[in-house]
C-alpha cells in the first residue's frame, strides 16, 4: 500500500466536508471559514503505543479515542467542536488496521459534525497525533481559574470505570465491548451547555483529584469533595473493596468526564439539564477560600489517597 | 525534570502572546480571536527520528526545522503564520536538550510573529508534531490546482543544497552550521506577496518533480521545464558532474521553497519582488496543456532521472 492510497482510504471513512471547508486536505494545507464574532479554540492530544496504549490494540478503537480525548478538551472549554488534523505514525500500512482505525475516527467525527481537513501519515513507531479547532461565543470559554469559593463542584457520569478496565486488563482480562477505557465518550453537548452556565471546568483524564487540583490551583481556591457522593462507575459498585474503589474514582484517568463549577444560584438549571441530556451531574463538593484539596467521608476512615495523576516525566527525576 | 517543568522551559523559550490569543497554553484547550473577513489556514507537519533527521540531531536544529516546515506549507498557500500548538514525544527529559530545542523552534517564531499556544509532551520515541494555523484574504489561497497554460514555472532560491548535505552527511562529513538541510527557510514573505498575482503554488519538500507533479496532476496540465535555467545551489555548482548535479536538484526533498507559476502578464512584477525580497525567482519552464512532464536542456542529453519524490509507505507493496 502506497502512502496515497492510505490518504485515500482514511478519508474514505472519515468526512472531509462541511460547508466552511473551503479547501480541504490534498493541498499545502486547509482553508477554513471561521464562523462570524465567535473566537476559535484549539487542543492537540498524541496518543503513543506503549503509553497511552498497547500496540495490538483495536485499531477502531484508537481511531475513535484519539478524536475523543481531543473532542473531550474542547467540551471542556464549552466549545462546539468543526475541524480536526490527523498526523499518523504508522510501523506499517496494513490495510485493514488503516480501515479499522479510519472508521473509528469517522463514525465519531461524523456524530459531531467534525470534517478532517488535513493531517500527514509517516512510517515510524506508531503514534496518532490530532488537533480539534472549534468555537465558542467571546467571553464563554470555560477556563480553569474561574472557580469561586462558593461554587458546587460537579461531575458528569460516573468515574473510575476507565481506570478499573485498565486493571483488569493488566490482570489478563479483557474489557467487554464499548467498555468506557477504550470508548470514552467525550462531553461535547455537555459542554455546550455549560458554557455560560458553569464558572470552571475541566476534563477528567489525570484521574479527579489531579484534575480538580488544576482548577483550585489555577483559580487560588480550595475545595473540599465528600467521598460518599462520588459517582462510582458500573463495576465498582459491584466490589466489596469500597476504599480501593474510591482510590480508583479519585485516581485513575481516562474516564473523559467533565468536573465543573457551578453558583449555588444556578443549580437548579442542572436537573433540568441532566434529564435533556440523559447524563448524571453530580454534585461531589465545595469549592472553599481556603486553600487545599480535602476529602471527607463518614464511611472511608482508613481511606489513604496515594498522590494522583500521570506525569510523563516525573519518574527521571 | 517533570512534565511541568518541561513545559515551563518550552514556553520560556518559545512566545505565547499575541493580541489575538485571549487564553494560552496552560487549560485544556487555546482560545483565539480569528482575524476579521479572513480565511484560516492551517498546516500539520511531523518529523520523527530515523525518518526524518537522525536521532543525534542538534536539537536547536530539529526545533527550527519542524516549525520551519509548516511555515513553508502555510507559505505555499500564501497565508500569514500566527499561532502554532507543538506534540512533543521524547525518550528522556533532559534539560539541555529541551532547552537547545525551545530555543531554536522559539527564534523562529518569534521572527515570524508566531505563538504557541498550546499542545503535549509525552514520553515515547523521538517525533515531533507541529500545526500552525494562520490566515488569508478570502479566495486569494494559492492552491494547487489552479495552473493554467501558458503560466510560467518559477522557483524561488536554489534547488538541491539540502539533499546535497543529506548525501555529504551520509558519507560521514558534517554539512556547515546553517546548511539549507537542517535550517531550511520557510519563504513566508514570498508567499504572503505571491497570493493574488500566483496561479498555483507548492513548497518543494519532495523534490521538485514530484511536487510540480502535483500542481500539473491537480491543475489538469502538463509543463516543459528548462534544466539549463535550473538555479543549483552553490555546493551543486562547484560540482563536476553536472548531469547528477542535475538529477539532485529535481528529486531531492527537503528545500522548502516555493515552486509557483504566473501568468506571462505578470512575470514583470517578480522582477520587483525579487529584489525586494533580495531573493532569487527562477522562471524554469512552461505550463502546457499536453499532459506530461518533459525536461529539455540542450547540454544534459545522457540525463535519466529517476523516479522522483519519497513515499513513506511505497516500499511495503
Known amino acids: 500500500m502506497t502512502e496515497f492510497e492510505l490518504i485515500r ?14 479547501l480541504g486536505a490534498g493541498d499545502d494545507a486547509a482553508c477554513l471559514r471561521p464562523p462570524p464574532g465567535r473566537e476559535l479554540v484549539v487542543s492537540t492530544d498524541t496518543l503513543v503505543a506503549g503509553v497511552h496504549f498497547t500496540p495490538d490494540v483495536d485499531p477502531r478503537a484508537l481511531g475513535h479515542k484519539a478524536l475523543a480525548v481531543n473532542l473531550s478538551d474542547l467540551a471542556a472549554m464549552g466549545a462546539e467542536p468543526a ?23 469517522g463514525a465519531l467525527a461524523a456524530e459531531h459534525g467534525v470534517a478532517l481537513v488535513g493531517g500527514d501519515t509517516t512510517r515510524g513507531p506508531l503514534a496518532v497525533g490530532v488537533t480539534v479547532i ?9 477556563r480553569r481559574d474561574r472557580a469561586v469559593p462558593g461554587d458546587w463542584i460537579c461531575v458528569s457520569g460516573a468515574l473510575g470505570e476507565a481506570g478499573w478496565w485498565l486493571t483488569e486488563r493488566r490482570a489478563g482480562r479483557e474489557p467487554p465491548p464499548g467498555n468506557a477505557l477504550d470508548w470514552p465518550q467525550p462531553r461535547v453537548a455537555l459542554g455546550r451547555a455549560l458554557a455560560g452556565l458553569a464558572h470552571a471546568a475541566i476534563d477528567v483524564s489525570d484521574g479527579l483529584i489531579a484534575d480538580l487540583g488544576h482548577i483550585l490551583e489555577a483559580s487560588g481556591v480550595g475545595a473540599s469533595v465528600y467521598l460518599d457522593g462520588l459517582p462510582l462507575g458500573a463495576p465498582l459498585r459491584a466490589q466489596p473493596d469500597r476504599a480501593a474503589m474510591l482510590q480508583l474514582a479519585l485516581t485513575a484517568g481516562d474516564d ?5 463549577t457551578v453558583a449555588e444560584v444556578d443549580m437548579a438549571r442542572l436537573d433540568a439539564l ?3 441530556l440523559g447524563l448524571p451531574l453530580s454534585p461531589i463538593g465545595r469549592i472553599e477560600a481556603k486553600p487545599g484539596l480535602r476529602l471527607l467521608s463518614e464511611h472511608a476512615g482508613a481511606l489513604r489517597i496515594e498522590a494522583g495523576g500521570y506525569d510523563h516525566f516525573g519518574r527521571s527525576g
Chains 1, 2 share one sequence.
Request: aromatic content about 12%.
Open 9 to 22: 482510504r482514511l478519508l474514505e471513512h472519515i468526512p472531509g466536508a462541511r460547508t466552511d471547508v473551503v
Open 83 to 105: 475541524w480536526a488534523t490527523l498526523a499518523l505514525t504508522l510501523p506499517e500500512a496494513d490495510p485493514a488496521w488503516v480501515d479499522g482505525f479510519a472508521a473509528g475516527f
Open 134 to 142: 472549534g468555537s465558542i461565543e467571546p467571553g464563554r470559554a470555560l
Open 256 to 260: 473523559y468526564e467533565l468536573c465543573f
Open 274 to 276: 441532566q434529564r435533556r
